[in-house]
């Protein structure tokens, strides 16, 4: 069984500060691993993926996850919170790249 | 990238009426396709698998006479939410994988509000 365990639901950073944003996973195959970032009333955006290349994974707006099977972890970190990051986050996991799990998302607030 | 549009972005229904919603991939074939709900400030729940052609696969604790699925060809599915009730108003969000790059491409979003 697949699923996604993001660690605090509620995450606030100073502008300029690091990003970090837990997730750890759970599957019984090598994994695909995704972040998604959702603004309100809106789809889900593609920050970045994993798919068994190589396990640190750099995204869109300087957002970058690494792949640790050790701690099934993939975390996402970005090194300069900006204001229009604030947003949704969601971790997904797929065994299939077809069906993906999704975790419960973490609010991030960045503080000005 | 490709596109997947969803129709209507916005639908206020009564309580016992069935509202559709569309999901289409606008610039690639899918014959799979996939349905997500979306409570507030919650996470996405995969409802259902859509495939072209054949019946829509259910995942478990989803009603699949209260939310019909159709897959009638490779640019559209459509999801139906039949005699809906005020708890069915959620976000309903579709997506279909890209083909090879183990990615979705995901809809817009429907917000559906019963009354």
């Known amino acids: 069984a697949q699923s996604v365990t993001q660690l605090g639901s509620h995450v606030s950073v100073s502008e300029g500060a690091l990003v970090l944003l837990r997730c750890n996973y759970s599957?019984?195959?090598?994994?695909?691993l995704f972040w998604y970032v959702q603004y309100p009333n809106q789809g889900l955006q593609l920050l970045l993926k994993?798919?068994?290349?190589?396990?640190l994974v750099k995204g869109i707006n300087d957002f970058e996850a690494e792949f640790k099977k050790s701690e099934t972890s993939f975390h996402l970190t970005k090194p300069s919170a900006h204001m229009s990051d604030a947003a949704e986050y969601f971790c997904?996991?797929?065994?299939?790249?077809?069906?993906?799990?999704f975790g419960t998302g973490t609010s991030l607030t960045v503080i000005p | 990238g490709a596109v997947v549009s969803q129709h209507p972005s916005r639908v206020i229904c009564k309580s016992g009426t069935s509202v559709k919603i569309e999901c289409r991939s606008l610039?690639?074939?899918?014959?799979?396709m996939f349905w997500y709900r979306q409570f507030p400030k919650k996470s996405l729940m995969l409802m259902a698998t859509?495939?072209?052609?054949?019946?829509?696969?259910?995942e478990q604790g989803v009603e699949k006479d209260k939310f019909l699925i159709n897959h009638a060809s490779l640019t559209l599915s459509t999801l139906t939410v039949t005699s809906a009730h005020p708890e069915d108003s959620s976000f309903y969000i579709c997506?279909?994988?890209?083909?090879?790059?183990?990615?979705?491409?995901f809809g817009p979003g429907t917000r559906l509000t019963v009354t």
């Open positions: 997904a996991v797929s065994e299939t790249g077809n069906q993906f799990y």
């Open positions: 997506s279909a994988p890209s083909g090879g790059s183990y990615e979705q491409y």
């Open positions: 599957s019984s195959v090598p994994p695909y």
């Open positions: 994993y798919t068994s290349a190589a396990t």
């Open positions: 859509s495939n072209e052609g054949s019946k829509a696969t259910y």
């Open positions: 610039d690639f074939q899918a014959t799979t």
